[in-house]
């Protein structure tokens, strides 16, 4: 008999298969809640925030727009991929207030940090990041970045090679961005 998984535990869909969050098997044995397994850990959400407070201080509002809370991608049938941050460009991708669907045009930018994603069907965790990346990409996203709080480094479409997040990178053409000052000055060290 085959185990049937509530939808709500899954993440994201990649070629018609279902990126369960991580650790939703402890969701299903009862050692977790749907809660435990979904919401941001404490520093996703400061990485979160402090990019977010820094690309709404700095992004030209009238020729960008910025999406947040896992805003949904819908790359082709089949392929259905959660956004941490995406950028859009307002001309080629406008805001639809009345859009209930997740959105089929694709931003410029794509920001994660610390996915929620459970990687345990891809060979490895990296494999995961490249496989998505390249989904973005072909789907018309200018550059994916990846922030990985724990190691504190960055990485970039289907490259993957971490650099420091103190190195600083171009996020929009003319925007640089460097993770680590942002994080420590949300936080207050620095």
């Not at 298969?17 to 400061?46: C, I, R």
């Not at 190691?151 to 289907?158: L, P, T």
Request: charged content about 25%; cysteine-free.
């Amino acid at each position: 008999m085959e185990l049937v998984i509530d939808k709500q535990l899954v993440y994201e869909e990649m070629d018609g298969k279902p990126v369960y969050y991580k650790n939703y098997h402890k969701v299903l044995l009862s050692q977790a809640t749907f809660d435990d397994v979904t919401g941001s850990s404490e520093s996703q959400f400061v990485v979160i925030s402090a990019i977010l407070k820094e690309l709404y201080r700095t992004v030209d509002d009238a020729e960008y727009w910025i999406a947040t809370n896992e805003a949904g991608l819908h790359i082709s049938p089949g392929n259905n991929l959660a956004a941490g941050i995406a950028i859009f460009n307002r001309q080629t991708a406008p805001p639809r207030v009345r859009n209930f669907k997740y959105q089929d045009l694709p931003p410029e930018v794509v920001i994660e940090a610390d996915i929620k994603a459970d990687t345990s069907e891809f060979s490895t965790p990296v494999e995961y990041y490249r496989q998505k990346s390249r989904k973005l990409r072909d789907f018309g996203v200018g550059k994916v970045v990846w922030v990985n709080t724990e190691a504190r480094s960055v990485m970039f479409n289907e490259d993957l090679a971490p650099v420091s997040w103190d190195t600083p990178f171009e996020v929009l053409p003319g925007l640089p961005l460097a993770i680590g000052p942002l994080v420590r000055a949300f936080v207050g060290e620095g």
